[in-house]
């Protein structure tokens, strides 16, 4: 008994493992953890490799309608996309995205690639006609 009351005397005074959110301020997150991940839309090509290499199907890329979606609630934050990316618009952020009771789609609208122009017909370059040598004028000796 006496053990157990110098435990909790002991656990009185030490410092709180744990903290009193709201109140206390949140805690910052370390540098390399895996928070959420952030798209630029500026730099992407809507080549579709992160959506195909996605293991959650949680990234849709049309390319015809210049969209780029990602289901933050499908996302289990792998990071392979971040490392697929071949124009490195996907990084990924050590802040961790809020809690929320409805589905979270982030969409971003980019100008749609224009389709590859379409091949001309090889011309082959003229040849040249044969020139014949201007006689030579024999000068009187
Ligand atoms: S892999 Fe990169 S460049 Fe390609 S669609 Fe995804 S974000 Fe855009
Ligand atoms: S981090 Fe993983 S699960 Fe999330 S979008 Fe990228 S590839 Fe998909």
């Known amino acids: 008994m006496a053990k157990m009351f110098d435990l909790v005397i002991k656990n009185f005074f030490a410092k709180k493992p744990t903290r009193l959110f709201p109140v206390a301020p949140e805690r910052v997150a370390f540098p390399l953890s895996r928070g959420?991940?952030?798209f630029d839309e500026k730099t992407c090509i809507l080549c579709s490799i992160c959506a195909r290499r996605c293991p959650a199907d949680?990234?849709?890329v049309d390319r015809a309608a210049g969209k780029w979606e990602l289901d933050a609630f499908r996302c289990i934050i792998c990071g392979e996309c971040v490392t697929a990316c071949p124009k490195k618009s996907i990084t990924m952020?050590?802040?961790r995205r809020?809690?929320?009771e409805t589905q979270v789609i982030e969409t971003f609208m980019m100008e749609p690639p224009k389709p590859p122009a379409p091949k001309q017909p090889v011309v082959k370059?003229?040849?040249t006609a044969?020139?014949?040598p201007a006689p030579i004028e024999k000068s009187n000796i």
């Open 125 to 127: 370059p003229a040849t």
């Open 58 to 60: 949680a990234i849709t």
């Open 36 to 38: 959420r991940i952030v």
């Open 98 to 100: 809020h809690g929320s």
């Open 130 to 132: 044969e020139v014949t």
């Open 93 to 95: 952020s050590n802040e």
